[in-house]
Every structure is written in structure tokens, then in C-alpha cells.
């Protein structure tokens, strides 16, 4: 897995509707990934996986290894599976069949 993988598997997800983990906010992915992440629980450093806050992380200039890339897929994989927004389809008006025309 590779750094190209991470980042097409991330752009294919960033209009996904998730909730943030830590703090249950909705969001899109991009925004969660750009600006929640960074902003309101300080993993703005290169260093550290993102959808795991901070749960892993790396040395400096250790980003570009294939294990760690194949940790951030992985971890994108499973925050957006587990953090989705499902949405329920609206509930539809019941139809009521048509009255058979009475003879008479």
C-alpha cells in the first residue's frame, strides 16, 4: 500500500458525512481531515495518524515508510466505516390503493 493509495482512497471519502470520534460533531470527511482534526483536537502535526488521534505516530521524516501508510489506509478505512453518517431514506407517504369503482 502507498502513499497514491492513501490519498485516492481519501479523495473517493471526503464528501462522506461522519461523525467526529472524540467529539460526535457532524462534519464531512474533508472537513474533519482540513479543519476539525487540526483545529479543535490539535493533530496538526505531520507525525501522527489523524483518524486514530494520534494513536500512532511516527518519527520525524518517517512518514514516507510503507508500514505506516498502510496504517493511515487501514485507520481511514475503519474511522469511515465506523464513524458514517447513515442516513435512514425519508419515510414515504403509505399509499392507499385505489378504491375498486362500485357497481350500482
Same mark, same amino acid.
Given at each position: %500500500? ?9 479523495? @473517493?471519502?471526503? $464528501? ?6 472524540? =467529539? ?7 472537513? &474533519? ?5 487540526? @483545529? ?8 501522527? =495518524?489523524?483518524? =486514530? &488521534? ?15 501508510? $498502510?496504517? %493511515? ?5 475503519? &474511522?469511515?466505516? $465506523? @464513524? ?17 369503482? %362500485?357497481?350500482?
Amino acid at each position: %500500500m502507498s502513499e497514491r493509495t492513501f490519498y485516492r482512497l481519501l479523495k @473517493n471519502n471526503l $464528501t462522506v458525512r461522519i461523525r467526529c470520534g472524540d =467529539c460526535t460533531e457532524a462534519m464531512t470527511l474533508d472537513d &474533519f481531515y482540513k479543519e476539525h482534526a487540526p @483545529n479543535r483536537h490539535g493533530l496538526g502535526k505531520r507525525s501522527e =495518524c489523524v483518524f =486514530c &488521534f494520534g494513536g500512532y505516530d511516527w518519527k520525524r521524516g518517517e512518514r514516507r515508510r510503507r508500514s505506516n501508510w $498502510t496504517h %493511515m489506509i487501514e485507520c481511514l478505512k475503519s &474511522f469511515v466505516k $465506523t @464513524n458514517r453518517i447513515r442516513e435512514t431514506p425519508a419515510e414515504a407517504p403509505a399509499e392507499t390503493p385505489p378504491e375498486p369503482p %362500485m357497481c350500482g
